[in-house]
């Protein structure tokens, strides 16, 4: 994702590269829309046409509310802090906390939290964060970080190196020169110094803790051995959620467990972009886009393994939290929730949610937005 939307945005291709790959999924562009999990409830956030952020509390019934910020490209909410570049490039934040930093050190208070949006770095073309680790690639292929460096905390950017053509939050970098690097922080008196250990050559790009070789073939990376070879003919992977995936050269989509990708099994065919989801999933499913741009589920455990259930068509990209509800963009640029789960609400206003665990065509889908901000 860190590359492809760095190529996208600075305008530069893939031929430019010269590498032998697919052109990117318009889903890969940039984060148009977001929808992530906190405790037991949904959050989804938007930009629309004009660049305006919209967020909303998914309980069946919620609202948009407007979002006093800056005109938007991009957004990014891993969990408890919100990310925003803006159309000028510059990364802007707004949550964290003293072990979820926001990259701006308020200096009293609770470190690390920043309660309007406030500016971070200048200059940014992609990020990738898991709330605890945060990185950011500038046009020039600077890339910073904030947060756990894997040695060090910091509260603000650190720079980690240059010459970045792809990177993870996982303290891992693609060099223009097609090397993997790891890197990590570590206190140098009062300063924050980032060193980094050659890791394996011939790399396209990274993905959490997952490597793309030139040659298609995917390596899981570990801190402490030598990186593994998962399987060839790869050409994009889906890190850090229950179920990895990843998608091969003819559109199969494969699927492993998380603490096992020894043994990765073909779950569908004709597959053109994984939705991406949190962690916590609780439905045995997983979204996808085939190459008839048509959102599909894909059952990936349990009795139903391997089911594919059509959902939508026409879509030209998706997001979806705790797989309960997705949204999907239509190729008009309109923005649609469709909801997989049940809600119960009590008498003190609270709000329980059972997922369905049968997801169906038939699910109720709400019209959310006339038109979002396109790639």
């Known amino acids: 994702m860190a590359l492809l939307m760095f190529l996208l945005l600075t305008g530069q291709s893939l031929r430019d590269i010269d590498l032998n790959i697919p052109a990117a999924h318009p889903a890969e562009a940039f984060e148009t829309i977001i929808s992530v ?7 989804a956030f938007a930009i629309d046409a004009d660049g305006v952020m919209w967020d909303m509390a998914i309980h069946g019934d919620g609202d948009w509310r407007e979002q006093t910020a800056p005109q938007a490209d991009a957004v990014w909410r891993p969990y408890w802090v919100s990310f925003l570049l803006d159309e000028d490039g510059v990364l802007w934040a707004r949550g964290g906390g003293m072990y979820i930093p926001s990259g701006v050190d308020t200096g009293s ?8 949006w406030t500016p971070v770095l200048k200059n940014v073309v992609a990020l990738d964060s898991n709330n605890d680790t945060t990185a950011a690639l500038q046009a020039d292929g600077t890339l910073w970080a904030w947060g756990q460096l894997y040695g060090a905390m910091s509260y603000t950017p650190v720079r980690v190196t240059d010459n970045v053509r792809s990177f993870s939050y996982a303290g891992y970098a693609v060099k223009t020169d097609n090397t993997l690097y790891a890197w990590s922080g570590r206190l140098d008196g009062d300063e924050i110094i980032c060193s980094l250990e050659p890791v394996m050559q011939n790399v396209y790009t990274v ?9 298609g073939t995917l390596w899981k990376l570990n801190e402490n051995q030598p990186p593994q070879k998962v399987m060839d003919n790869i050409v994009s992977v889906m890190a850090g959620a229950r179920e990895d995936g990843a ?3 003819s559109g ?12 990765p099994r073909k779950v569908a065919d004709n597959c053109a972009y994984i939705v991406q989801r ?3 999933a609780d439905v045995q499913a997983l979204l996808f886009i ?3 741009n048509t959102l599909n589920a894909v059952y990936y455990d ?12 026409d879509v030209l990209y998706a997001e979806t939290a705790y797989d309960r509800t997705a949204l999907y963009v239509k190729p008009d640029g309109s923005l649609w929730l469709i909801d997989f789960a049940i809600f119960e609400y009590g008498d003190n206003g609270s709000v329980t949610i059972f997922p369905t665990k049968n997801i169906s065509p038939d699910a109720p889908r709400t019209k959310l937005l006339d038109k979002v901000k396109m790639p």
Do not use: F, K, M
């Open 37 to 43: 999990g906190i405790g037991s409830i949904s959050n």
């Open 109 to 116: 208070g609770e470190p690390g939290h920043v309660s309007d």
């Open 207 to 215: 993905e959490g803790d997952y490597a793309i070789g030139l040659d």
């Open 247 to 249: 998608i091969d050269q």
């Open 252 to 263: 199969g989509l494969w699927c492993w467990p998380l603490d096992d990708w020894s043994q």
């Open 278 to 280: 949190g962690y916590w």
């Open 290 to 292: 085939d190459t008839d």
């Open 302 to 313: 349990g009795e139903r393994a391997g089911e594919v259930i059509p959902l939508e068509p």
